[in-house]
């Protein structure tokens, strides 16, 4: 017989935990621009933020910590300029590629 758990017990999942290395944000991200749904670029890289220390990422792309929560939220649209300059901080470059 299977043990039940309920689901009230269990953890919650928090991705910012499961972002360790470079190598990590790099395939979030890749996967992320491949598979995902538009919208969802500013959550990630509010996992990735948080992952790296919110007030870090704050300071070293000169945005307000309160701004880039708000600007990471899942939620959010923010400007070109908001990601360019997370990126940057996280030292993360986005580019494109032809896909043929």
Known sequence: MRKKTKISTLPDFDMA???????DVAEYLRQL??????????AALGYIAKSRGMTEIAKASGIKREALYK??????QPRL???QRVCKALGVKLTAMVDR
Do not use: H, M, S, Y
């Open 71 to 76: 600007a990471l939220r899942p939620d959010a």
């Open 33 to 42: 621009l491949e598979e995902g749904e538009p919208g969802e670029l500013a």
């Open 81 to 83: 300029d908001t990601v």
């Open 17 to 23: 935990e499961n972002i360790k290395t470079d190598a």
